[in-house]
């Protein structure tokens, strides 16, 4: 069975720092792209940091750049969201999205989302 699973979210104050996981299952997600996204209450998902397969440079949102790094270990089939410097307005969902294409068709996957807020 297919699955992505986040953990590692709560509650954080402004300036700290937290890391986020994504354990799949059921697929090796060394041969996917590998994303994080994350969606705040009346907004739209955003991008916030791609991990490409193999050695490429991973991509980030401008609102995170300098301050989220995002990382994978292909033998534990993770891949982590490290957060600093965290602001108010990082409170969001945080999703795990895996996807790539075969044979011209895009598979995609999502978790189910972790918490992540951000108050003093």
């Known amino acids: 069975q297919v699955q992505l699973v986040e953990s590692g979210g709560g509650l954080v104050q402004p300036g700290g720092s937290l890391s986020v996981s994504c354990a799949a299952s059921?697929?090796?997600?060394?041969?996917?792209?590998m994303s994080w996204y994350r969606q705040a209450p009346g907004k739209e998902r955003e991008l916030v940091a791609t991990?490409?397969?193999?050695?490429?440079?991973?991509n980030y949102g401008d609102s995170v750049k300098g301050r989220f790094t995002i990382s994978r270990d292909n033998a534990k089939n993770t891949v982590y969201l490290q957060m600093n410097s965290l602001k108010p307005e990082d409170t969001a969902v945080y999703f795990c999205?895996?996807?790539?294409?075969?044979?011209?068709?895009?598979?995609?996957?999502w978790g189910q989302g972790t918490q992540v807020t951000v108050s003093s």
């Open positions: 991990s490409p397969i193999g050695s490429a440079s991973a």
């Open positions: 999205n895996a996807r790539r294409i075969f044979f011209g068709s895009k598979i995609e996957y």
């Open positions: 059921g697929f090796s997600l060394s041969t996917y792209v």
